[in-house]
């Protein structure tokens, strides 16, 4: 049976792209979970503050799936989505991909999926209502 073929959302950038480096490796070969989750923080974050107009910090982490490793080399992809706002916080989605490359062909794996909850803040540091 085929698999069906990975490819990048269409229509849509990323709000951060990077190449994996050595400095990122983990002792079991592929590059450190906890890397990957703040890259995902930092990408949830920006279509948030956009949403909130200014600052937000992260509250919590609902689900965080790591589907498939990442290695050095890998150029990987984090497309964020806002999914459900409240008075003061903002649901977004994350979706990651890596592109890496087998004998000059470039494969697109789907290799982490999040949905983390962001809330904005004042000057103080108290959450604040997002204007409309």
């Excluded at 923080?41 to 790591?66: H, L, M, N």
């Excluded at 003061?88 to 982490?112: K, L, Q």
Aim: charged share 25%; glycine share 8%; proline share 6%.
């Amino acid at each position: 049976m085929a698999t069906k073929k990975v490819e990048l959302p269409a229509g849509k950038i990323p709000y951060i792209r990077m190449r994996c480096m050595p400095a990122d490796i983990n002792p079991g070969g592929s590059i450190f979970g906890g890397w990957i989750m703040s890259q995902v923080d930092v990408a949830g974050s920006i279509p948030a503050s956009r949403y909130a107009k200014g600052a937000v910090v992260t509250r919590a982490v609902d689900s965080f799936e790591f589907k498939k490793p990442v290695y050095i080399g890998d150029l990987v992809s984090c497309y964020a989505d806002i999914i459900k706002t409240g008075r003061s916080s903002i649901t977004v989605n994350v979706d990651v991909y890596a592109e890496r490359s087998h004998e000059g062909e470039i494969e697109c794996v789907h290799v982490t999926e999040a949905s983390l909850v962001y809330v904005a803040i004042d000057a103080q540091g108290k959450p604040r209502k997002i204007p409309e």
